[in-house]
């Protein structure tokens, strides 16, 4: 008998042990809030100013972009990196921040245990299979403008405003979601290529192509193949035509018809960067009054400053000038 006391509390001490090296939202400032959609879990973090959880304040939504990441990715000496690209505090005196998972992916892991570029990979090396049946256009936007509208039902969020921001394909859904659901009051899209994806990667290849545009021709072929399946869901090489095809719809075609106030943000040195140029010339000439740009002159896509050298200067960060901008700005419209 006293060997099996012995025995349970021994068991009760490892599960404590466990449950207390156990990491949870709510420990880095967080709160987890969970919904259904389609079947699917939904995991939403909110971050709000300390005290003013339970204050009336409205919603800022940012949208990650590429790539199955956990929202919360912890170094090794256990600290949560950024969640938010930018200080949150510019934010959280007028809105509470959400930010919604990715489907299929771990809230919270360790960076030791992903990818070099945070991606979450299954016990097999690759993107979750059923996180790459998701990814794709419809289904963010479906699913974050069912998201709003749970949120909007929280007695702590003021429904008059709810601002969207996404940034790369985040951005993408963004806009999306603008056109799909009416919550949106504001929409900020950040450093994603008006003309859609495959543009942006052609471009990229285009640069570095041989002298008769070998690899260029072939994802042009490729790009057909797409179009010609762009309902094709099956998974090569951790992508599938249903999801290519939905990012390189061109989110001008969506942005144009959009009636709420818009900022457009992006790095002049970003690979898409003349192609905002040209989104700003069509939107002046078609007359169209409610976008807002702020290019940031000498930045790249995510932007960093750069070396005098070219390369990227990842100690010049400029998130948080840009946040403060996009701050100033929903406070002027």
């Not at 990818?115 to 790459?132: C, I, N, T, V």
């Not at 996009?326 to 419209?333: P, T, Y």
């Amino acid at each position: 008998m006293r060997k099996t006391f012995q025995f349970l509390l021994l068991l009760l001490l490892i599960s404590y042990k466990i449950a207390a090296q156990t990491e949870r939202p709510e420990d880095f400032g967080y709160r987890r809030l969970q919904t259904i959609y389609k079947q699917d879990t939904v995991n939403i973090l909110v971050l709000s100013k300390k005290g003013d959880e339970k204050h009336k304040k409205p919603l800022f939504l940012f949208i990650q972009g590429w790539l199955p990441k956990p929202l919360i990715i912890l170094q090794e000496s256990g600290k949560p990196y950024m969640v938010f690209p930018f200080q949150s505090e510019i934010f959280l005196h007028d809105y509470h921040l959400a930010i919604i998972s990715k489907p299929c992916v771990p809230l919270i892991r360790k960076a030791s245990e992903l990818r070099a570029d945070m991606a979450y990979l299954d016990s097999a090396g690759k993107f979750p299979e059923q996180y790459m049946k998701r990814d794709n256009l419809n289904y963010y936007a479906n699913r974050n403008k069912a998201v709003i509208k749970y949120l909007k039902k929280q007695s702590w969020v003021n429904n008059d405003e709810v601002v969207v921001a996404g940034h790369s394909d985040g951005a993408v859904v963004a806009a999306k979601l603008a056109a799909v659901s009416k919550d949106v009051t504001h929409l900020i899209f950040a450093s994603s290529n008006p003309l859609g994806r495959m543009t942006t990667i052609i471009t990229q290849i285009r640069q570095q192509d041989d002298s008769v545009g070998t690899i260029t021709e072939n994802q042009i072929k490729f790009w057909e193949e797409v179009v010609n399946e762009p309902k094709n869901n099956d998974i090569k090489n951790e992508i599938t035509y249903k999801s290519i095809y939905s990012y390189s719809l061109p989110p001008l075609d969506t942005l144009r018809k959009l009636r709420i106030p818009v900022m457009v943000a992006y790095g002049t040195k970003d690979i898409a960067a003349p192609f905002f140029d040209y989104m700003r010339v069509e939107i002046i000439r078609n007359k169209i009054k409610n976008f807002t740009f702020m290019p940031y002159v000498g930045r790249e896509h995510n932007f960093f400053g750069f070396h005098k050298n070219g390369q990227v200067n990842y100690d010049d960060f400029g998130w948080d000038k840009v946040a403060m901008d996009w701050n100033a700005w929903l406070k002027k419209d």
